[in-house]
Antibody
Framework: QVQLQESGPGLVKPSETLSLTCTVSGGPISGYSWNWIRQPPGKGLEWIAYIYYSGTTNYNPSLKSRATISVDTSKKQFSLNLRSVSAADTAMYYC????????????WGQGTLVTVSS | DIQMTQSPSSLSAFVGDRVTITCRASQSISNYLNWYQQKSGKAPKLLIFFASTLQSGVPSRFSGSGSGTDFTLTISSLQSEDSAVYYCQQYGNWPLTFGGGTKVEIK
């Protein structure tokens, strides 16, 4: 069974860059799209971006080009950089696999809470 | 962006009750809708994809229906372990968007 594990700092200062990495184990990285989804405390879910194993990407325009997603297939990792963060970016960040045939988010990491504060 | 509106935002029901949650899309998304369950402090879990197909391992008391703009998630006989927040999510258009969630509590 595939497992996803987020890693990265839990505290980021305003205007700096949030950087997270997701490590995939127990399954292949090829053949799927890999996503970041976030959830502010007590609120709903927001899709941020995806990357295919081949490197094709797509982003939520709401992030106003602040986000960059990348993949390292040799390490079975994918990463998110979010620039110029503010308190509004405080959230639980999940790395998530999207199944290509069903277009569903079928495997989720446990999530990592990132707080933006000075 | 396609807006997904869930109703009600919360509900409380007894064990054994039939529970229905509605999700409405701001424009037609065909059958391109998924449902997720999120228990407190946990990541969401996929319940249903393509509007009505049950994910492997999900109890058969969960079912989904609808197409176009109106969708429903039904729990035929509510169990105590079903206490959670339920989200719909559309993939008919980019960006992918979620409903605001429906909190289900057990009386």
């Amino acid at each position: 069974q595939v497992q996803l594990q987020e890693s990265g700092p839990g505290l980021v200062k305003p205007s700096e860059t949030l950087s997270l990495t997701c490590t995939v184990s127990g399954g292949p990285i090829s053949g799927y799209s890999w996503n970041w989804i976030r959830q502010p405390p007590g609120k709903g879910l927001e899709w941020i971006a995806y990357i295919y194993y081949s490197g094709t990407t797509n982003y939520n325009p709401s992030l106003k080009s602040r986000a960059t997603i990348s993949v390292d297939t040799s390490k079975k990792q994918f990463s998110l950089n979010l620039r110029s963060v503010s308190a509004a970016d405080t959230a639980m960040y999940y790395c998530v696999r999207r199944e290509s045939s069903t277009w569903s988010f079928d495997s989720w990491g446990q999530g990592t809470l990132v707080t933006v504060s000075s | 962006d396609i807006q997904m509106t869930q109703s009600p935002s919360s509900l409380s029901a007894f064990v054994g009750d039939r529970v229905t949650i509605t999700c409405r899309a701001s424009q037609s998304i065909s059958n391109y809708l998924n449902w997720y369950q999120q228990k407190s402090g946990k990541a969401p879990k996929l319940l249903i994809f393509f509007a009505s197909t049950l994910q492997s391992g999900v109890p058969s008391r969960f079912s989904g229906s609808g197409s176009g703009t109106d969708f429903t998630l039904t729990i035929s006989s509510l169990q105590s372990e079903d206490s959670a927040v339920y989200y719909c999510q559309q993939y008919g258009n980019w960006p992918l968007t979620f409903g605001g969630g429906t909190k289900v509590e057990i009386k």
